[in-house]
């Protein structure tokens, strides 16, 4: 067999005393597709960081070797010219990898410009053209939008599409259809695997992908490696990993599921929160000669009506751009409403002032699709949780306020050693936890979770939507829940709404929506959810 293309050999990375990769070793050939799986926290996305040599403040040994040559032992010079070039990344968290200061065109057009020498006019033919290949509709308008003005799943396809600008012959995909909803996440995973062997015969481009999705893996990935605590514990082809597991962890990971988790909602139960007919939209410049001249209009959510009782979850699913988060930022009174009303407990929104706005606040908390982007990077954990106390709760002192912060981590499966520590120094899964945690410590009566569990594995999803459950039956709290994965809509939701286009084109009970959908829209993403 030929030396492989990527050569992992004895790796150790240690923070602060602490190994987060502990003597990990595998080679990666040309043209293969590898799979690294583990739980949040098992060192998946430092050992990804790490031969990219992205790993700041950690103590690096072992050797990582692409095509025969050491990386660790190059200049940072050198690995800026391999960047992006031979070895691109498809990061976690689109919205923390993207600049907010430039158009996603000329985000991807750097790249070409930087590594392929290409005009500034070719390079934007060019990033319009992997728009499209990435399923973005309208390429040639979205090409000069901001990554605010995306979706998570939009944002996710524009990394897909800088990561592939360039033609790599390695390439490290992190999680990469974690925001997408399971019919796009099928197109992407199909892109990527036409891609790569489309890159492979050319270039023999190899992937190395790093996902909890088991579901993805299967589909995509020759060979599997798994990690856990920062050990490699087992690898091998993909279908004997999956068919006869040596490993228990490995036997464990493959063996969890989302299980449904509801009680049935009281018949007296009351609203707490009640939409009617909301609709947000936005001006836009119309196309040709009349745009000089007349804006349009862009509705994100429109004629949009329902409510949520106490103890009761409401989910909503739709593609990508649908208006699901437009929809949850104008129910929490963060989003300006065109036309129509939202209530809380029976009092309009904007009825609330000063003091009861801020009671409001605390009644109404939100778990954001992107935890690193809404985590303080200059605050410790424990300030983090504790910052909504000391505003809400200015009765507890600082040793009650600690004790609540501890308490809440508990909850959500961390421990004391996650006070001191910052968002930076845990994986993508456990920044999530931290995000749930700040939300529940204000003991809220409604939570709207914007893809909770997007960056979770199957295993830590079981967790937290089992506890989401319990903390509901505990305190009787009403949540919307917003997902792409319909799997955990059916494990946690009692009623469900199908969004497309800013429209709820169906809504229902969850049995009878999964069951007997009346729109073909909601028949094709129930489809896409059992082929994924």
């Known amino acids: 067999m030929s030396a492989p293309l990527l050569s ?30 583990g739980e949040s926290g098992s ?3 430092v050992t990804a960081l790490s031969i990219l040599r992205l790993v700041r403040d950690a103590e690096t040994t072992g050797a990582i070797r692409f095509d025969g040559q050491d990386l660790l032992a190059r200049s940072e010079r050198e690995m800026r010219g391999l960047r992006g070039s031979d070895i691109a990344m498809i990061f976690q968290e689109p919205m923390t990898a993207l600049n907010p200061l430039y158009t996603v065109g000329d985000q991807i057009g750097e790249t070409i410009q930087l590594h392929d ?19 973005i509709g309208e390429p040639h308008r979205r090409v000069d939008s901001y990554p605010h003005q995306l979706s998570g799943g939009q944002r996710q396809r524009v990394m897909i599409a800088m990561a592939l600008a360039c033609r790599p012959r390695f390439l490290l995909a992190d999680e990469p259809a974690t925001a997408l909803v399971a019919t796009i996440h099928a197109q992407i995973v199909d892109l990527l695997l036409e891609l790569q062997r489309d890159e492979a015969e050319k270039r023999g481009m190899a992937v190395l992908l790093i996902t909890h ?3 993805l893996v299967k589909r995509f990935a020759q060979r599997v490696a798994v990690m856990e605590k920062g050990v490699l514990v087992e690898s091998g082809a993909t279908d004997a990993i999956f068919e006869a597991p040596q490993h228990a962890y490995t036997q464990r990971l493959l063996a969890s599921r989302p299980k449904r988790t509801v009680l049935p909602v009281m018949p007296i139960a009351p609203t707490l929160l009640d939409a009617k007919q909301i609709t ?3 001006p836009t410049r119309l196309p040709g000669f009349e745009g000089w001249f007349r804006r349009g ?6 004629d949009v009506s329902l409510s949520v009782r106490q103890g009761e979850t409401l989910g909503i699913v739709g593609e990508s751009g649908s208006g699901k988060s437009t929809l949850a930022m104008a129910l929490l009174g963060l989003q300006r409403i065109s036309t129509g009303t939202v209530t ?8 609330y002032r000063g003091r009861e706005q801020t009671a409001l606040r605390s009644n109404m908390q939100v778990v954001f699709q992107d935890p690193f982007s809404s985590l303080s990077p200059r605050q410790t954990v424990e300030r983090i949780v504790g910052e909504g106390l000391a505003l809400h709760r200015p009765e507890l002192d ?10 809440v981590l508990r909850e959500v499966g961390m421990d004391r050693t996650a006070l001191t520590r910052y968002p930076h120094e845990f994986s993508g899964g456990q920044r999530q936890r931290i995000a749930i945690a700040r939300a529940l410590v204000l003991e809220p009566s409604i939570l709207i979770f914007d893809e909770p569990t997007s960056a979770l594995d199957v295993s830590i999803q079981t967790q937290i939507l089992a506890l989401l459950a319990d903390i509901q039956k505990k305190h009787n709290l009403g949540y919307v829940f917003i997902s792409h994965d319909l799997q955990v809509i059916g494990a946690i939701a009692h009623r469900v709404a199908v969004m497309r286009n800013g429209i709820v084109v169906e809504t229902g009970e969850v049995e009878n929506i999964f069951s007997n959908p009346l729109e073909e829209y909601t028949r094709k993403l129930l489809r896409a959810a059992l082929e994924s």
């Open 280 to 282: 947000v939209d936005y």
């Open 398 to 407: 600082a040793a009650a306020r600690a004790a609540k912060v501890l308490a």
């Open 213 to 215: 999705d088991l579901n």
């Open 8 to 37: 992992i050999d004895d790796l150790r990375v240690c923070f602060n005393g602490t190994l987060a990769v502990d003597g990990v070793s595998l080679d990666i050939h040309a043209g293969e597709r590898v799979a690294l799986v």
């Open 43 to 45: 060192g998946k996305s």
């Open 344 to 351: 809380f407990q029976g009092r309009a929104l904007g009825e």
């Open 297 to 302: 209009r862009f509705k994100a959510v429109d």
């Open 117 to 135: 020498g290409a005009s500034p006019r070719e390079a934007r033919q060019r990033a319009i053209t992997l728009l499209e290949r990435t399923g």
